[in-house]
């Protein structure tokens, strides 16, 4: 089991940048592909990046390809998600959730989930 805490939200204007971070609990993250989500009001979680165990594969959801860097680092039990060109539809809560099973786009995939940290971008 994992548990996981979002940090590194907050407001920014248009074109800025910020670094998310999730911090893991227990002895077997480096087992654990990771991804990250976001949730505007209104609308369904959405994927935005995530990465395998070995980070050997990494995704992204093409709103946000070319501006996003996803990283993990394995000694220090933490996910990155490096937001750079943000822009105001990028507005959400973003959420980092691990899985064991498969680095799926989709929340199904996923079976631990942190509290949510707030972005919001300006116009």
């Known amino acids: 089991q994992v548990q996981l805490v979002d940090s590194g939200g907050g407001l920014v204007q ?5 670094r998310l971070s999730c911090a893991a609990s227990g002895r077997t993250f480096s087992s654990y592909a990771m991804g990250w989500f976001r949730q505007a009001p209104g609308k369904e979680r ?3 990046a995530g990465i395998t165990s070995t980070g050997g594969t990494i995704l992204y ?3 946000v390809k070319g501006r996003f860097t996803i990283s993990r680092d394995d000694a220090k039990n933490m ?3 490096q937001m750079n060109s943000l822009k105001p539809e990028d507005t959400a809560v973003y959420y980092c959730a691990a899985t064991r099973s498969y680095l ?3 929340t ?3 079976d631990y989930w942190g509290q949510g940290t707030q972005v ?4």
Do not use: I, K, M
């Open 46 to 48: 959405e994927f935005v």
């Open 61 to 63: 959801a093409d709103s």
């Open 104 to 106: 799926g786009r989709t």
């Open 120 to 123: 919001t971008v300006s116009s």
């Open 14 to 18: 248009a074109g800025g940048s910020l």
């Open 79 to 81: 996910v990155y998600l």
């Open 108 to 110: 199904r995939w996923y």
